[in-house]
């Protein structure tokens, strides 16, 4: 990659996930290899994932990227949340790239403009773009991706503030209409419930869970407004459901559960993560 690109730097690399290459790429093969899936039939359109430090979520995040093996896209659409106080509704990076230990990934710089032009369109306003954030939910998932994805690929990152059913509609609309036609994935990132004892923890990322399964994303919305399930990406989720139906896709399957309880046995207060995968049967053509 050209030495002049404008990158993002890492602000989280040593400290939400290894800084070294090795060990990251060690680690991140470990978490993926160690996913043991059921078997998948049809075509990966998306994925979710939860965003922790890799010694948290990476177990869980595992299956979700193993998901992803043998696969070969082009563009990567990442939808993640924005847990940082901006005013803008939907948000994406200023840079060319972004850059982790493992690399630097260029951002499809046409792709998030066309996304941008159709939600002027459709909502009235478009994506913010911004310099230097420190966000880490979008960016916790690209070592995964650098590890399983077997070509070069950019990336089509989005910053989710606005997480209601209009907003997040609206998104995957234009996110289907950018990636129609396209080798493409798209990823969401969100962990689920937050800082209750175990018991209640699975209970609530239960329910999240089943409402993901069921590929209802109004019913997403709902749970968490209902306080019956959470996940602090719920705008991620309903924005990767829509494009994905809108793409094709027909069902969902959840391939794992843990929460922080699992690794650190503090099951007092644990946040709670999912994997799934969205698939379009063979039958179907966008």
Known sequence: MNASLDIRPSP???QWYPGDPQRLSVSVDRYINDAKLPELNGDVVAVITP?????????????AFAALRGLKPDLVAVISPMHYPYHEP???TAHAAYQTPLGAIPVDAE???QVDELLVMELGFGLEYIRRD???SLEIELPFLQRVIGSEFKLLPIMVRNQSSRVTRSLGQCLAKT???????????TDLSHFYSQQVANDLDDEMLRCIASFDPEAVISAEEQGIGF???????????WAAKDLGADRVVVLKHATSGDVTGDTSQ??????????????KVD
Do not use: D
Not at 51 to 63: D, F, I, K, R
Not at 270 to 283: K, P
């Open 12 to 14: 989280i690399a040593g």
């Open 51 to 63: 965003h922790a430090g890799h010694m948290y979520s990476g177990p869980v995040a595992g299956y």
């Open 90 to 92: 939907l948000l994406t």
């Open 111 to 113: 792709a998030v403009r």
């Open 134 to 136: 420190r966000e880490h």
């Open 179 to 189: 990636l129609r036609g396209r080798n493409a994935l798209l990823v969401a990132s």
């Open 231 to 241: 996940a602090c990406g719920r705008g991620a989720v309903t924005t990767v459901l």
């Open 270 to 283: 644990v946040v709670g993560y999912g994997a799934a995968v969205v698939l379009r049967s063979h039958s």
